[in-house]
């Protein structure tokens, strides 16, 4: 009964930027974690970054310094900016979030549809 839904993927050359959002909706109480993945062809879906339910962030070694993970609680949203864009960075990007329902009460793992990021000149 919650839905989660990217969006801001597109095409980009090197070097360039883009911001990826992550909305949920449906009958939210709370969210904890939360947190970007992706998945190149051939290979297996990678951890990118997270941000705890107070605000602590990590992030794959691979893009430190480069993407920058934030959320809205009131608006039940995540962002991810991403900067200085490599073609290796060229995936579906998926968003994922642990969401306590209000109704039914219950706590489930929760993913997006992903939306596709492609760095090419």
């Known amino acids: 009964q919650v839905q989660l839904v990217e969006s801001g993927g597109g095409l980009v050359q ?3 930027s883009l911001r990826l ?8 109480l709370s969210i904890g974690d939360m947190g970007w993945y ?3 062809p051939g290979k297996q879906r990678e951890f990118v970054a997270g941000i705890a339910g107070g605000g602590n962030t990590n ?3 691979s893009v430190k ?3 920058t993970i934030s959320r809205d609680n009131a608006k039940n949203t995540v962002h991810l900016q991403m900067t200085s864009l490599k073609p290796e960075d060229t995936a579906v990007y998926y968003c994922n979030a642990i969401i306590r329902t209000a109704w039914p009460v219950r706590t489930v793992d929760s993913w997006g549809q992903g939306t596709q990021v492609t760095v090419s000149s």
């Open 14 to 16: 090197p070097g360039g």
């Open 21 to 28: 959002s992550c909305a949920a909706s449906g009958t939210i």
């Open 38 to 40: 992706r998945q190149a």
């Open 59 to 61: 992030y794959a070694d």
């Open 65 to 67: 310094g480069r993407f």
